[in-house]
């Protein structure tokens, strides 16, 4: 079993800056991939980023390419990620995932809003 707890989210204003991080406690966690997601209020839960195990790999949607950066600290089972440039459309709950060892699991989540 992994607990996800995800922190740092709130209001900022277009063009700034927040970083998330989510921490793991549990079953190891240097053998899960990590991945955040986000849910716009009346949309789908949509892929953000994701890094491997050794942080080896990153990958990220299209739409935060160059603007966001999710990086891992294994040491202190915690996850990151770190948005810049922030635009309205990034609003939503943002939630920290975790796949390994034929499970998945999910943190609570937590708000970010984009607005002037």
């Known amino acids: 079993q992994v607990q996800l707890v995800e922190s740092g989210g709130g209001l900022v204003q277009p063009g700034g800056s927040l970083r998330l991080s989510c921490a793991a406690s549990g079953r190891t966690f240097s053998g899960y991939g990590m991945r955040w997601f986000r849910q716009a209020p009346g949309k789908e839960r949509e892929f953000v980023a994701a890094?491997?195990?050794?942080?080896?790999?990153?990958n990220y949607a299209d739409s935060v390419k160059d603007r966001f950066t999710i990086s891992r600290d294994n040491a202190r089972n915690t996850v990151y990620l770190q948005m810049n440039s922030l635009k309205p459309e990034d609003t939503g709950v943002y939630y920290c995932n975790a796949a390994g060892y034929g499970n998945m699991y999910w943190g609570q989540g937590t708000q970010v809003t984009v607005s002037s």
């Open positions: 890094i491997a195990w050794n942080g080896g790999v990153t």
